[in-house]
Structures are given as C-alpha cells and as structure tokens.
T-cell receptor, first 112, second 114 residues
Framework: KAGVTQTPRYLIKTRGQQVTLSCSPI?????VSWYQQTPGQGLQFLFE???????NKGNFPGRFSGRQFSNSRSEMNVSTLELGDSALYLC???????????FGQGTRLTVV | AQSVTQLDSQVPVFEEAPVELRCNYS??????LFWYVQYPNQGLQLLLK??????LVESINGFEAEFNKSQTSFHLRKPSVHISDTAEYFC????????????FGKGTRLSVIA
C-alpha cells in the first residue's frame, strides 16, 4: 500500500512569488491535513480537508490556501511568499478527521 | 481546545540506558493520544497510540507509553535505548469525538550517546 506522497521534496522560491505544493493521500483516505514545521514554532496546523470540504483551519494568514480534489489529492498554495514562510510543509492523510494520521516526507520550502 | 506540553526540548542519554520523554495534555473532553517520531529529513511516523482500553500501550521497537487521566500525562518510556533511537519525538492529542485535527507538542529531541 503506497504511503502519502508529497511533491516536490525541495523548493526554492524568491520573496513575493507564489508556490503550490501537492499531496497524494493513502488510497481510501478522505481526510488530508497540512502542517508547517519550523525550528522555532514546531508543528503548526494549517488546514484540513475532508471530501473536498475544508473542515478545520489554523491561524494562518489568507496567503495560505488549499483545496482537495475528488480523488482526495490535495494542494496548498502560498502567495506573496515571505522569508518567514521557509519551513517543512507536511501533509497527513487519515480515514477521517481526527483519526490516526499518516504523514508524507514533506516539502522543504526555502524562500530567499 | 486541546494543547500539549512536552516538558523537555532535548534529552541526551547514553546507549542502553533507560529514557522517559514527558508529555502533558490539556483538554476538557476525552481524548486520543499519539506519539510520533521524526528522523532527519523525514516526515512523522506513528510510534504508538492510545484510543481506549488498556492505559499502557506499546510499540514494536520497545517503546511504551502510559495514559494517566488524573495527571493528564502520556509519557513515553524505553528501558534501554539504542543509537538508532536518536530522533525527534512528538506527542499529539485530538478529541475522541472526532472532527478536530491533531494538536502537537513542540517535540523532544532524543540524542543517544555511544
């Protein structure tokens, strides 16, 4: 059974640009969550999608957005990138919201 | 809302010594609890979980954690650590009624010294 796949693994962007990250969940999982991980703040919840609907949202500015497709694949977008957006972005999938979560290897975003 | 406090940000320990990584949670409702491990440049892997039933849960690689409702704790223990246990460990909580995301502690970096 394939795990959670995140693409790309590494990304370098310039301030002001925008970026899209992709996550393919485990087959059969309908819930996808996104987390931002930084050394100072740890793991911070961004948002969670279930069956194409955003169910929960963390305390991030509107520059951070996401969506989920009918096949449960999810994308997150960050517009007008800032240096502070440099982080490891982790995607997790689960059968349902709040159930055991399985994580991808993450996308490391560096903003220069 | 739930919250998690991992009391130690770094724990150095000698190989074959015992270790305890502490986790306390705050919640006004019943919860599910998890420990995840993260190796360098990797995502998080589930180590063990408490959903219901026995308060002592074990992982396949020798770790165990005990859910203590009165002390709102879920400490992780291993009687004898190995070099390969060097990693960052995250405690997480969610409501057992569902529909809420996992809330993570800030992590504890376990360094096993040869």
């Amino acid at each position: 059974k394939a795990g959670v796949t995140q693409t790309p693994r590494y990304l370098i962007k310039t301030r002001g640009q925008q970026v899209t990250l992709s996550c393919s969940p485990i087959s059969g999982h309908r819930s996808v969550s996104w987390y931002q991980q930084t050394p100072g703040q740890g793991l911070q919840f961004l948002f969670e999608y279930f069956s194409e609907t955003q169910r929960n949202k963390g305390n991030f500015p509107g520059r951070f957005s996401g969506r989920q497709f009918s096949n449960s694949r999810s994308e997150m977008n960050v517009s007008t990138l800032e240096l502070g957006d440099s982080a490891l972005y982790l995607c997790a999938s689960s059968r349902d919201v709040g159930a055991e979560a399985f994580f991808g290897q993450g996308t490391r975003l560096t903003v220069v | 809302a739930q919250s998690v406090t991992q009391l130690d940000s770094q724990v150095p320990v000698f190989e074959e010594a015992p270790v305890e990584l502490r986790c306390n949670y705050s919640s006004s409702v019943s919860v599910y609890l998890f420990w995840y491990v993260q190796y360098p440049n990797q995502g998080l892997q589930l180590l063990l979980k408490y959903l219901s039933g026995s308060t002592l849960v074990e992982s396949i690689n020798g770790f165990e954690a005990e859910f203590n409702k009165s002390q709102t704790s879920f400490h992780l223990r291993k009687p004898s650590v190995h070099i390969s246990d060097t990693a960052e460990y995250f405690c997480a909580v969610t409501r057992n009624s569902g529909n809420t995301p996992l809330v993570f502690g800030k992590g504890t970096r376990l360094s096993v010294i040869a």
